[in-house]
């Protein structure tokens, strides 16, 4: 018998919700086995009760009332799906203030206000879980705050767009202008009809602002992040990359430096080809995470679909009814950020080396002016690819490769290197990001 | 404040005892702000409290009188890091009845007396974390039964022996001979002095046997499991697989068929070189879960080593103290088994692709009765490998892959293959597993 029945309840039933309905419903035994709690599927609510979904419901389960939900005291927790940052604030502010614990996917709504959210479950002794709300089935918010609890985190790389990777992926094995493959990636359904927010970082930056704050345990939000998209990648700086031994990647990056300062930065980024992440392909979703005493760790798996990101909400539910997310939730006391003494770096502070890729008119002198624009600011080479090419207009491709220098100094070299009466179109930059690998071979 | 003060033994002050109170004596502060909890170090017993250790004690710290913690009321959790089946085995029994929480990383203890202390555990109601004992700093027991608990897991692929999977990767990457390579993890401190345990798959064996009981709710032993090691592996084999796109990884694998039954084995495995686990390099452990919800998952890190073990130790020190680890443990109730019912498969059904590679006498006919005796044993041939190759004694190796049969199908042909006059020393005969990747391109 079991040892106790928790009421759940699921607002938005779209393709997570039915996901989860579906394992509440079908999984019931199971779950009481290994948790000895009995979960109760008691309200689902939606605005549309009559379009079909895949699971089919006993009468009553579903309804558009809201009410039901929050009236209800026999319910403990609350599923919240229903998306965006303006009914679903409202949604959680009044089922937090029903006394309900809430479980999310809700990556936009807690990035923006995630410190409004968490203040209103700490007054109301509730918690909110949202393991769903990053990296889909991986359980990275889980094994940051539990798994890695003894360490220090020093980084975070991650893999967390599943559209973005499946892009990149596509353009680079086979070769795909950015157009073909998102048109792909629409087709298998891996991207939205309205792609943008995944394509432009927005999606990445969300679940960055989420993972950051808890690694690093300090108030992250969107302006803390720069970030930038994919859309504009071109097929040639892919190629160019991978005879450098380089593979582009979408990545959300965390790290805080010995100096305290942390950076945060969502972009296309080359990183080596051997590197565990490079290999990470199609939809898949992964995430780095360095810990003072850890080392190196990855979790990889499927950052979006129903069946796994149900998997992280019910992981969530069962979490919250066992009683240890409130616990844990008590610690999401992220340090107020403090004007004097931010620990957000700024990015032009940032070191990195870099990729640029110049369409040059191939006349002599023309690379003495390209490498003193760059002495000047004080950047060095470290490589040169240029191949052999004529076209009409006589432009070559020229790809410079930097030692780490300053994001400032680069900003500044390719606002010159654009002016140059030899330079041709808007200069391509590309951050080169070195992960630090420990595999000390 | 801290809301409580948590008293903590340590007994072992090894390598990862030594890393255990450096975080704890250490990180006090940092994981009493993620925690609320505050750590004391209380004690350490060791029999050597000469020896010269990395970290600096306080005066009456160490000690050699394992009483000074039975008898300690104050102290809460003990952490069990001595090693082997035996004392240990007393000690932890000890520990449990004096009333103590058990945090260990003592996978041979576990593999085979887990049942015994689980029981004791159980009847003293405290619990035993054993996260530290399967892949070292990975979070794995965690995200099994946490992260991935509302799934039903279908299977576990893991790399989850540092020594061996050193080993096979330089034999792979750098040709190197099996000998040459364990010499190199020697001097790396890969590998023990007598790296027995790791080389025969004993070690993989141990933390198999503590994965699937935990995944697949059902008492596990060794006895359950095959278990092959990586001593005899020719190097020929290795490169004669990477021609046809396969690498030789120790894998320990545990699945459960749709029929219920469970298949245990650790044995050196060919997998596609293109699969994710194949490309996990070095010393790193990586182990893969399959959950009927959630997909594929991968969770990669270091699988030993002083401060990934110790980050593991701490990690579980922690959920003891927050009290979660106790409520999950009251659910290890393991089922079991019934001689009559018994979901453990003979590994004689085991169903796989094989790899055979024959010395054999290269003269007219000699082919066509291997593949009689295959033919007879109902085996199915799907490639065929033979270089040009001559040397004085006009022997050849031929490599044959088999579509997918039963391991006693196999074991028979080997048996027959080995008797033929045209063969000569015996036949080499490898699994190729076809891991499920998901990764719908």
Same mark, same amino acid.
């Given at each position: 018998m079991a040892e106790?029945?928790?009421k759940?309840?699921?607002?938005?039933f779209?393709?997570?919700?039915?996901g989860?309905?579906?394992?509440?419903l079908?999984?019931?035994?199971?779950i009481e086995?290994?948790?000895g709690?009995?979960f109760?599927?008691?309200?689902?609510?939606?605005i549309?009760t009559?379009?079909e979904?895949?699971?089919?419901?006993?009468?009553?389960?579903?309804?558009?009332?809201?009410?039901? =939900?929050?009236e209800?005291?026999?319910i403990d927790?609350a599923v919240?799906l229903v998306?965006?940052?303006?009914v679903?604030?409202?949604?959680?502010?009044?089922l937090?203030a029903?006394?309900?614990?809430?479980?999310?996917?809700?990556?936009?709504l807690?990035a923006?206000?995630?410190?409004?959210?968490?203040?209103?479950?700490h007054?109301?002794d509730?918690?909110?879980?949202?393991?769903a709300?990053?990296?889909?089935g991986?359980?990275?918010?889980?094994a940051?705050?539990?798994?890695?609890?003894?360490?220090?985190?020093?980084?975070i790389?991650?893999? =967390?767009?599943?559209?973005?990777?499946?892009?990149?992926?596509?353009?680079?094995?086979?070769?795909?202008?950015?157009s073909?493959?998102?048109?792909q990636a629409?087709?298998?359904?891996?991207?939205?009809?309205?792609?943008?927010?995944?394509i432009?970082g927005?999606d990445?930056?969300h679940?960055?602002?989420?993972?950051?704050?808890?690694a690093?345990g300090?108030?992250?939000?969107?302006?803390?992040?720069?970030i930038?998209?994919?859309?504009?990648?071109d097929?040639s700086?892919?190629?160019?990359?991978?005879e450098?031994?380089?593979?582009?990647?979408?990545l959300?990056i965390?790290e805080?430096l010995d100096d305290?300062?942390?950076?945060?930065?969502?972009?296309?980024?080359?990183?080596?080809?051997d590197?565990t992440?490079a290999?990470?392909?199609?939809?898949f979703?992964?995430?780095?995470?360095?810990?003072?005493?850890?080392?190196?760790?990855?979790?990889?798996g499927?950052?979006?679909g129903?069946?796994?990101t149900?998997?992280?909400?019910?992981?969530?539910?069962?979490?919250?009814?066992?009683?240890?997310?409130?616990?844990l939730?008590k610690? =999401?006391k992220l340090?107020?950020?403090d004007?004097?003494?931010?620990?957000?770096g700024?990015i032009d502070?940032l070191?990195?080396r870099?990729?640029?890729?110049?369409?040059?008119l191939?006349?002599?002198g023309?690379?003495?002016k390209i490498?003193?624009?760059?002495?000047?600011?004080?950047?060095?080479i470290?490589?040169v690819?240029?191949h052999?090419?004529?076209n009409?207009n006589?432009v070559?491709p020229?790809?410079?490769?930097?030692?780490?220098t300053?994001?400032?100094?680069?900003?500044?070299a390719i606002?010159?290197?654009?002016?140059?009466d030899?330079v041709?179109?808007k200069? =391509?930059c590309?951050?080169i990001?070195?992960?630090?690998?420990d595999?000390?071979?």
């Open positions: 106790k029945t928790v759940v309840a699921v607002i938005g779209g393709t997570v919700g039915s989860v309905a579906e394992l509440l079908e999984d019931v035994d199971y086995a290994r948790t709690i009995k109760e599927l008691a309200r689902i609510v939606d549309d009559e379009r979904r895949h699971i089919v419901l006993s009468d009553g389960l579903l309804t558009d009332d809201l009410n039901s =939900v929050l209800d005291n026999s927790i919240e998306g965006g940052t303006t679903a604030r409202d949604i959680q502010l009044k937090l029903a006394g309900k614990n809430v479980v999310t996917a809700n990556k936009a807690l923006e206000h995630g410190n409004e959210l968490y203040a209103a479950a007054k109301a509730k918690c909110i879980a949202f393991e709300s990053c990296a889909g991986i359980p990275i918010i889980s940051i705050r539990t798994g890695l609890a003894a360490n220090k985190i020093k980084a790389y991650g893999i =967390v767009n599943g559209t973005c990777n499946y892009i990149l992926s596509n353009m680079t094995e086979k070769n795909m202008p950015f073909d493959a998102l048109e629409q087709e298998k359904g891996y991207a939205e009809a309205d792609p943008t927010l995944d432009n927005s990445s930056a679940k960055l602002a989420i993972l950051a704050s808890i690093f300090c108030e992250i939000t969107l302006k803390d992040i720069l930038e998209g994919i859309e504009s990648i097929i700086d892919i190629r160019y990359g991978r450098m031994g380089y593979t582009l990647k979408l959300a965390g805080k305290g300062r942390i950076f945060l930065r969502v972009r296309p980024c080359f990183i080596s080809s590197s992440l290999r990470v392909g199609g939809p979703n992964a995430v780095s995470i360095f810990g003072h005493a850890v080392g190196q760790t990855m979790f990889y499927r950052g979006a129903m069946m796994p149900a998997s992280a909400v019910v992981a969530d539910i069962i979490e919250v009814a066992m009683g240890n997310s409130i616990k939730f610690h =999401v340090e107020t950020r004007e004097a003494n931010d620990p957000i700024n502070d070191v990195s870099f990729y640029i890729r110049l369409k040059v191939d006349k002599p023309g690379f003495a490498c003193t624009i760059l002495a000047d600011k004080d950047i060095s470290s490589g690819l240029q052999e090419e004529h009409e006589n070559v020229a790809v410079v490769i930097t030692h780490p300053e994001q400032k100094k680069i900003n500044s606002e010159d290197l654009g002016r140059l030899i041709r179109d200069p =391509v590309l951050s990001v070195d992960i630090p690998e595999s000390d071979e």
